[in-house]
């Protein structure tokens, strides 16, 4: 299995941009599919992208598209999430995930889960 841990949360303010990291360690060895999910207070997780192993193939949420890019670095393990042009309504905790598919992300349960970063974004 994949342990996850996130970094790059903060607090900043509408309009600014903030990038978050997840890096990766355990059976990093088989390829994995890597997707970010956030939850805002009072409400249930939900999907915001996904990548492939290769990278070559990306999800995002309709609420994130154009604003948010994943990528991903399997020399070095880690996937990111930049994200553009953040809103007040994007401030959640945003959880990276990985299982062995992005189908199986966007639509399943993942295999494992990181522990979570805020991110707070000021009106």
């Known amino acids: 299995q994949v342990q996850l841990v996130e970094s790059g949360g903060g607090l900043v303010q509408a309009g600014d941009s903030l990038r978050l990291s997840c890096a990766a360690s355990g059976r990093t060895e088989s390829s994995y599919a890597v997707g970010w999910f956030r939850q805002a207070p009072g409400k249930e997780r939900a999907f915001v992208a996904a990548?492939?192993?290769?990278?070559?193939?990306?999800y995002y949420a309709d609420s994130v598209k154009g604003r948010f890019t994943i990528s991903r670095d399997n020399a070095k393990n880690t996937v990111s999430l930049q994200m553009n042009s953040l809103k007040p309504e994007d401030t959640a905790v945003y959880y990276c995930?990985?299982?062995?598919?992005?189908?199986?992300?966007?639509?399943?349960?993942?295999?494992?889960w990181g522990q979570g970063t805020q991110v707070t974004v000021s009106s």
């Open positions: 995930a990985a299982g062995g598919s992005t189908f199986r992300l966007r639509f399943g349960a993942p295999d494992s």
């Open positions: 990548i492939n192993w290769g990278g070559g193939s990306t």
